[in-house]
């Protein structure tokens, strides 16, 4: 299919020659008015068509993305990159000026082929559904442990800070085999690390600290080997730079991304009694409830890629260097994939979302995240049948400045028997 240069751009009427990058749009993130649960209304109103040009932080003129069809054909084409230094920012993104460095050793997001095939490879038979699956009696076990001591201490309670957080955090110990001794200084390094409110120094001292312990872990691990994803990956030519990178990389992309699941997706049950019954009544519809809150509320957003070359995608052409901007959160609220989307429904066949990407880059660990949600929602739900909020929704404080979004606390009550 021929590209025409003159083809009228839908967004201002003009032909494409005519518009400039200040005609263009830019990506909405106000989430400030309406539903916190929603897409910003910004979004919303530019999701008419699945694809569109669009002005970035510094200038760039490269795409945005809101059809899931046009989303999962992107994610899918080698000829787009996820290499960080060809990734322009969608938006100005505190502490980052100028071009993105390249990826840290171990971070296998900023690779492309051949570097990411050799970690993929290496890592994708340690995340297997069956593997996943035997370490549910773990996440049962970690769960009830947060509940029992959540319960000792309230009525009340921030659901981040007694649940939300150390049930991915404790697993993410499991599969890393960090001893049960160190477990608190290795929670207490991540929790400063995501803490919404911690100032740079705190932030930057906590992610020194827990590198050198993913550092020290990795030559624990080679002198004696335990039944973990460590250890078993040091049979593997990773150096142990490698390992502790990956190590590093999993904690980020497995603990944030559940935690604020966990967090938000409490808090989007509680705003919909009827589908939080539903559950509660019945947790057989666990997993796929997991699947609806994760297209409902798409927490990670949005995903980068960077044409390699020319490229062309259902009819339009990409042009090589521009960065493609996927909006998972519009993605999943495509009405031609999913029918009355904006609306929270467990019952809901919400499987084909791309909460955990597409293609060569779909996330590693999200049958272990699925875990984890299925056991930790109804569990939450049984044990206190009165969870309620303790302030009103409006007073609930959004994580509106990480690309992971969440809640930073939840406040709930329940009555005490």
Known sequence: MSHDPTAVDTTTGATTDDITADDLPTLPTDRHTGCPFDPPEGLTALSDEPMRRMRYADGHVGRLVTGHATARAVLADPLFSSRYELLRLPVPMEGVSGDLPPAPVGDIIGLD?????????????????????????RVKQFTEECLDAMEQAGPTADLVEAFAQPVPALMICELLGVPYTDRKRFQSHVATIFDQTADAEATGGAYAALVQYLGELVLAKRAEPTDDLLSDLTTSDLTD????????????????????????????LLSNPDQMDALRADPGLAEQAVEELLRYLSVADPLLRS??????VEGTLIRAGETVTISVQAVNRDPRRFPDPNRLDIHRKATGHLSFGHG???CL??????VEMAVAFPALLARFPA????VPPQEVPLRERSNIYGVVSLPVTWDKE
């Open 365 to 370: 660990g999200q049958q272990l995240a699925r």
């Open 241 to 268: 730079e490698e390992l502790a990178g990956v190590g590093g990389l999993l904690l980020a992309a497995g603990l944030d991304t559940t935690a604020n699941m966990l967090g938000l997706g409490t808090f989007a």
């Open 307 to 312: 044409a390699l070359k020319d490229v062309e």
């Open 113 to 137: 082929a051949p570097e990411h095939t050799r970690y993929r490879r290496l890592l994708t038979g340690k995340f297997t559904v069956r593997r996943m699956r035997q370490l549910t009696e």
């Open 387 to 390: 969870l309620r909020l303790a």
């Open 360 to 362: 060569a880059h779909q």
